[in-house]
């Protein structure tokens, strides 16, 4: 799965990474980022790409209540065409999540240890993603977006069964396409090459969520 993550670059290298021109944006340095929290997320609209902000935690525009959105913060790739709850934005709401890294737990023989995970060549990624907007009873929107995941490589299998779908910087046109193909889809969800992530432990005190420091991504 994926429950935490981060996004420290500054503005213009995240720009830079998506292609895109300098956009009004407002956007700080998040060294744990948490579900039902803001995320960076880009979308395609009218063959344009848009960057902004989304509420991690998918609320299905069909939902009675909110509640649903801190249940369904990862999608798994294998049966996202089935699930009720993701079917539809799996067919024309797909956007990613931008990220620089993100936190796994691994199990050890004094407790749980927090691991840090990173690409080796790549200062930024894009994890692949469904949004969906849903309306209150004051017609106030929230536009909301979950994480997929699929199954872990040789390096995430020591840490954790699952592991966040993981687009190369060349596939995210293809993943945004409104109208993109399923066999494409699915070759895109695919666990991200091992041999080009790395893990370092870090503190206990980024399991909480109101944690949100530098020191949470430093070795120890």
Same mark, same amino acid.
């Given at each position: 799965?994926?429950?935490? !993550? ?20 407002? #956007? ?15 979308? /395609? ?5 848009? %960057?902004?902000?989304?509420? #991690?935690?998918?609320?299905?525009? #069909?939902?009675?209540?909110? /509640? ?17 709850? !993701? ?37 930024? !990624? ?7 907007? #849903? ?23 020591? %840490? ?43 503190? /206990? ?5 109101? !944690? ?9």
């Amino acid at each position: 799965m994926c429950g935490r !993550f981060t996004l420290t670059a500054e503005e213009e290298t995240i720009l830079s990474y998506l292609n895109l021109d300098h956009k009004p944006m407002t #956007w700080k340095p998040r060294y744990n980022i948490a579900p039902t929290q803001s995320v960076l997320s880009c979308i /395609k609209h009218q063959d344009a790409m848009r %960057i902004g902000t989304l509420q #991690w935690g998918l609320i299905p525009h #069909w939902a009675k209540d909110s /509640k649903i959105g801190s249940k369904l913060i990862n999608a798994r790739s294998e049966t996202v065409m089935q699930k009720p709850s !993701f079917k539809n934005s799996f067919a024309r709401k797909r956007c990613i999540i931008i990220a620089d890294g993100f936190f796994e737990w691994k199990q050890n023989e004094d407790g749980k240890q927090p691991l840090y995970i990173t690409l080796k060549d790549q200062p930024l !990624f894009a994890m692949a993603g469904l949004y969906d907007t #849903w309306q209150d009873e004051h017609e106030k929107k929230i536009h909301t977006c979950t994480i997929l995941t699929t199954k872990a490589n040789t390096f995430m299998e020591h %840490i954790h069964q699952r592991m966040p779908v993981i687009l190369k910087r060349n596939h995210i046109d293809s993943w945004l396409m409104p109208k993109q193909s399923i066999p494409t889809l699915q070759s895109l969800m695919q666990p991200y090459h091992a041999h080009e992530m790395r893990a370092i432990p870090v503190t /206990k005190k980024m399991g909480n969520a109101a !944690f949100d420091s530098p020191e949470c991504i430093q070795p120890i």
